[in-house]
């Protein structure tokens, strides 16, 4: 047998012969938390990032402060008085003086730009133009800078020092203010709040969820309406003022009974349903009810204050393309003169609207009222205050006299030329001529004054 034969067969058998390599076991201690491992599992290189930037940050802090420190102006040292010159007291008070310049020369925070922002804000823009303005605006701040820096250094002084009872020291604006009374956070106060805040939500019915629906329907319904339309007087023309106190008596009524036909109705649904009184004690139900009436109130006397107001500036003599015109005749009746309707008239017809105004919604009933359905029903105080009144008939006397001043100059001139045509002084002059000698220009003179009376006449 060949050589080429037998490693063949040998590599054959050793082939043949070829083994697993062995099973290794892992440590018993694989799933224990060691030390190293836990270690290991608990870096994060983020933490060691941020301890790194946190260092270098209070390493720039204490380079700045030191920088601060540096430029601080040296204090001069205390004086030395001989010891025959100086009592305690002078002693104490020099002691002061020197601690208090220690104190003031301290680092003092400036105050934030957030504030004098903020500040800034609240001064209007008209108040800003103008380069003196701004110049001046640079001068308050520095001033309110400079009053805050001070009010520190005061505040610090008194907090770290005692004035020692010398009279000679200089006032350092009296005691620091005292601290707020009833701030004492020493003893829990969740119990005191809960009590306070169910004391409000079973006393200030106003908070009551009905009580916002029916707030958020009146000012959708109130909020941009008047009782009456004002924008179409002037486009009629010349008008009786008899016609305009029909025409906006009768806008009135319909207004009224809109209002009555729509909101009214709304409300009562708001209060027939379930949870309209949830939340609200038996023994507080009036008080509940009492507060849905005020609020209703308060609501159609805003309405009818803002038709009054309304009203009164229609007549406002500085708005022309809204003011009324009205018809008035010049007339002659029983060898008198005057105005129709008269001035007198006409002012009484205008502020009979402001009364007619007044009482509109005046019969609405309150929701209790309703609710149980009483032959006496109850209303909702809906009358318009005196003050309101008063002052819409007093403006509307002043805008009458001061836009009926051409009309009475007028009447004035009228009267003054042509009133001695009826007071029979033309008559007499003419028979005082007759009887008298006069020339024919003089007759002719005469005549033709005398055509001109007829043709007046």
């Known amino acids: 047998m060949s050589d080429a034969n037998k490693a063949a067969i040998a590599a054959e058998k050793e082939a043949l012969n070829l083994k697993l390599s062995p099973i290794v076991h892992l440590p018993e201690n694989i799933g224990v938390d060691t030390p190293t491992q836990s270690k290991l599992l608990k870096y994060r290189r983020s933490k060691e990032q941020q301890q790194k930037i946190n260092q ?248 009818l204050r803002r038709t009054v107001e309304g009203f009164v500036k229609l007549f406002d003599p500085k708005d022309q393309e809204r003011l009324p015109i009205f018809k008035i005749e010049l007339t002659f009746d029983d060898d008198k003169m005057e105005f129709y309707p008269t001035f007198q008239d006409l002012e009484d017809n205008i502020l009979s609207l402001v009364e007619r105004i007044a009482e509109a919604l005046q019969n609405v009933q309150t929701i209790p009222s309703w609710l149980s359905g009483t032959s006496t029903p109850v209303n909702l105080d809906t009358e318009l205050p005196e003050h309101v009144l008063h002052w819409a008939v007093d403006t509307l006397k002043a805008a009458i006299h001061r836009n009926l001043e051409g009309a009475r100059k007028h009447y004035e001139t009228y009267v003054e030329k042509y009133n001695w045509l009826l007071d029979e002084t033309a008559v007499e002059n003419i028979e005082t001529f007759q009887t008298e000698d006069h020339t024919f220009d003089e007759y002719t003179e005469e005549l033709d004054c005398c055509v001109v009376w007829e043709v007046y006449v």
């Open 56 to 303: 270098l940050v209070i390493d720039g802090a204490k380079r700045n402060l030191d920088r601060t420190l540096d430029k601080r102006t040296p204090l001069l040292p205390p004086p030395d008085y001989p010891q025959t010159m100086t009592s305690e007291i002078k002693k104490k008070g020099f002691n002061y003086i020197y601690m208090k310049q220690c104190v003031e020369s301290s680092p003092i925070v400036p105050i934030q730009q957030e504030w004098l922002d903020h500040m800034l804000r609240l001064i209007p823009e008209s108040l800003k133009e103008g380069k003196e303005r701004e110049e001046l605006l640079e001068s308050l701040i520095n001033e309110v800078s400079s009053d805050f820096e001070n009010s520190m250094k005061r505040y610090l002084v008194q907090s770290v020092l005692v004035k020692p009872p010398v009279k000679w020291l200089e006032d350092e604006g009296g005691p620091l203010p005292e601290s707020p009374v009833g701030l004492d956070h020493s003893n829990p106060w969740r119990s005191s709040y809960v009590q306070a805040r169910n004391q409000i939500f079973s006393n200030l019915h106003i908070v009551h969820p009905t009580m916002k629906m029916l707030l958020d329907l009146g000012y959708t319904t109130f909020a941009d309406t008047v009782l009456l339309d004002f924008t179409g007087i002037r486009a009629k023309g010349p008008i009786d003022c008899e016609s305009l106190k029909t025409d906006l008596s009768i806008q009135t009524r319909k207004a009224e009974e809109k209002i009555m036909n729509t909101w009214y109705p709304k409300v009562i649904n708001l209060f027939t349903k379930k949870e309209a009184l949830e939340g609200v004690k038996p023994e507080k139900l009036d008080a509940f009810y009492s507060c849905v009436s005020t609020l209703m109130s308060n609501q159609l006397k805003d309405l």
